[in-house]
Protein backbone atom coordinates (compact mmCIF):
# COMPACT_ATOMS: atom_id res chain seq x y z
CA UNK A 1 0.00 0.00 0.00
CA UNK A 2 2.94 2.20 0.38
CA UNK A 3 4.57 1.63 -2.40
CA UNK A 4 1.11 2.78 -4.52
CA UNK A 5 0.37 5.67 -2.75
CA UNK A 6 3.87 6.78 -3.55
CA UNK A 7 3.05 6.28 -7.20
CA UNK A 8 0.14 7.99 -7.18
CA UNK A 9 1.93 11.10 -5.03
CA UNK A 10 4.62 11.24 -7.81
CA UNK A 11 1.91 11.14 -10.64
CA UNK A 12 -0.42 14.00 -8.86
CA UNK A 13 3.29 16.24 -8.79
CA UNK A 14 4.07 15.38 -12.30
CA UNK A 15 0.40 16.11 -13.59
CA UNK A 16 0.44 19.51 -11.30
CA UNK A 17 3.50 20.28 -13.53
CA UNK A 18 1.68 23.01 -16.22
CA UNK A 19 3.41 22.95 -20.26
CA UNK A 20 4.78 26.32 -19.48
CA UNK A 21 6.42 25.61 -16.45
CA UNK A 22 8.84 23.02 -18.84
CA UNK A 23 9.93 26.00 -20.53
CA UNK A 24 12.03 28.73 -19.06
CA UNK A 25 13.51 31.91 -19.53
CA UNK A 26 17.19 31.21 -21.06
CA UNK A 27 15.01 28.62 -23.13
CA UNK A 28 13.17 31.49 -24.45
CA UNK A 29 16.18 33.84 -25.34
CA UNK A 30 18.04 30.99 -26.82
CA UNK A 31 15.19 30.17 -28.77
CA UNK A 32 13.95 34.27 -29.85
CA UNK A 33 16.40 36.86 -29.20
CA UNK A 34 19.08 38.35 -30.68
CA UNK A 35 20.84 41.62 -30.02
CA UNK A 36 19.21 44.91 -31.70
CA UNK A 37 20.89 45.70 -34.93
CA UNK A 38 22.28 42.21 -35.71
CA UNK A 39 22.09 40.92 -39.46
CA UNK A 40 21.48 37.53 -38.79
CA UNK A 41 21.66 34.13 -40.56
CA UNK A 42 18.38 31.53 -40.09
CA UNK A 43 21.03 28.88 -41.36
CA UNK A 44 23.74 29.88 -38.76
CA UNK A 45 21.66 30.75 -36.27
CA UNK A 46 19.60 27.89 -35.64
CA UNK A 47 22.31 25.86 -36.19
CA UNK A 48 25.01 27.36 -33.92
CA UNK A 49 21.98 27.50 -30.86
CA UNK A 50 21.73 23.72 -31.28
CA UNK A 51 17.58 24.70 -32.32
CA UNK A 52 17.16 21.69 -34.13
CA UNK A 53 17.67 18.37 -32.15
CA UNK A 54 15.48 16.26 -32.95
CA UNK A 55 14.30 17.07 -36.52
CA UNK A 56 13.98 20.82 -38.68
CA UNK A 57 11.73 23.43 -37.16
CA UNK A 58 9.51 24.49 -39.61
CA UNK A 59 8.75 27.99 -38.11
CA UNK A 60 11.43 30.08 -35.69
CA UNK A 61 11.03 33.97 -35.14
CA UNK A 62 13.79 35.87 -33.55
CA UNK A 63 13.15 39.05 -31.58
CA UNK A 64 15.95 41.90 -31.97
CA UNK A 65 16.02 43.08 -28.48
CA UNK A 66 19.16 43.33 -26.83
CA UNK A 67 19.07 41.22 -23.09
CA UNK A 68 15.40 40.61 -24.28
CA UNK A 69 14.79 44.22 -22.49
CA UNK A 70 11.85 45.14 -24.51
CA UNK A 71 9.95 41.84 -23.85
CA UNK A 72 11.19 41.89 -20.06
CA UNK A 73 9.42 45.07 -19.95
CA UNK A 74 6.22 43.83 -21.21
CA UNK A 75 6.08 40.74 -18.76
CA UNK A 76 6.99 42.57 -15.63
CA UNK A 77 3.87 42.67 -14.29
CA UNK A 78 2.88 39.22 -14.86
CA UNK A 79 3.81 36.34 -12.37
CA UNK A 80 0.43 34.01 -13.71
CA UNK A 81 1.03 32.58 -17.26
CA UNK A 82 -0.36 35.43 -19.23
CA UNK A 83 -0.54 35.77 -22.79
CA UNK A 84 0.45 39.40 -23.73
CA UNK A 85 1.59 41.35 -26.57
CA UNK A 86 4.28 44.01 -27.00
CA UNK A 87 1.84 46.46 -27.81
CA UNK A 88 4.96 48.53 -29.88
CA UNK A 89 5.68 46.54 -33.20
CA UNK A 90 9.81 45.21 -33.19
CA UNK A 91 12.17 44.34 -35.02
CA UNK A 92 11.71 41.01 -36.20
CA UNK A 93 13.50 37.96 -38.41
CA UNK A 94 11.19 35.14 -39.69
CA UNK A 95 12.99 31.82 -40.10
CA UNK A 96 10.85 29.36 -42.57
CA UNK A 97 12.08 25.75 -43.38
CA UNK A 98 12.28 25.70 -47.19
CA UNK A 99 9.90 22.87 -48.44
CA UNK A 100 12.98 20.58 -49.85
CA UNK A 101 15.51 21.56 -47.15
CA UNK A 102 16.53 18.16 -46.28
CA UNK A 103 19.01 19.71 -44.57
CA UNK A 104 16.86 21.78 -42.23
CA UNK A 105 17.70 25.18 -44.71
CA UNK A 106 15.49 28.36 -44.15
CA UNK A 107 14.21 31.15 -46.06
CA UNK A 108 14.11 34.55 -44.05
CA UNK A 109 12.32 37.88 -43.68
CA UNK A 110 13.04 40.82 -42.32
CA UNK A 111 10.16 42.48 -40.58
CA UNK A 112 8.68 44.48 -37.97
CA UNK A 113 5.94 43.22 -36.12
CA UNK A 114 3.19 42.95 -32.93
CA UNK A 115 4.84 40.34 -31.08
CA UNK A 116 2.55 37.88 -28.50
CA UNK A 117 4.76 36.12 -25.71
CA UNK A 118 3.48 33.64 -22.43
CA UNK A 119 4.37 35.52 -19.49
CA UNK A 120 5.54 33.77 -15.94
CA UNK A 121 7.01 35.38 -12.81
CA UNK A 122 7.62 38.67 -14.83
CA UNK A 123 9.80 37.21 -17.52
CA UNK A 124 8.91 35.95 -21.37
CA UNK A 125 8.86 31.65 -21.35
CA UNK A 126 7.12 30.78 -24.63
CA UNK A 127 7.13 33.00 -28.49
CA UNK A 128 3.17 32.36 -29.19
CA UNK A 129 2.82 34.52 -32.21
CA UNK A 130 3.59 37.76 -34.09
CA UNK A 131 1.37 40.09 -36.66
CA UNK A 132 2.81 42.26 -38.79
CA UNK A 133 2.45 46.22 -38.14
CA UNK A 134 0.36 47.82 -40.32
CA UNK A 135 2.73 49.48 -42.89
CA UNK A 136 4.48 46.22 -43.40
CA UNK A 137 1.00 44.49 -44.32
CA UNK A 138 0.32 47.39 -46.43
CA UNK A 139 2.98 47.56 -48.43
CA UNK A 140 1.83 45.23 -50.69
CA UNK A 141 -1.48 46.69 -51.32
CA UNK A 142 -0.19 50.20 -51.68
CA UNK A 143 2.47 48.67 -54.54
CA UNK A 144 -0.47 46.56 -56.16
CA UNK A 145 -2.81 50.09 -55.97
CA UNK A 146 -0.13 51.95 -57.86
CA UNK A 147 0.58 49.52 -60.53
CA UNK A 148 -3.16 49.31 -61.55
CA UNK A 149 -3.30 53.04 -61.69
CA UNK A 150 0.01 53.27 -63.90
CA UNK A 151 -1.54 50.30 -65.75
CA UNK A 152 -4.66 52.55 -66.71
CA UNK A 153 -2.37 55.49 -68.00
CA UNK A 154 -0.89 53.08 -69.77
CA UNK A 155 -3.67 51.67 -71.35
Avoid at 36 to 45: A, F, K, L, P, Y
Avoid at 46 to 51: D, G, T, V
Avoid at 75 to 103: E, H, M, Q, R
Wanted: charged share 20%; hydrophobic share 35%; glycine share 2%.
Amino acid sequence: MASSSRVFLIVAALASISFTECQNYNTFKAKHIVEDQDRINCNVTIKERNLNKESCRFRNTFIHDTDARKIREVCSPYVDSTTVSSGNPLTLTDCKLLKSAASCSYNQTGVRGVVYVTCERHVPVHFVKFEPSFAARSTYCIWTIGLLILLRHLL
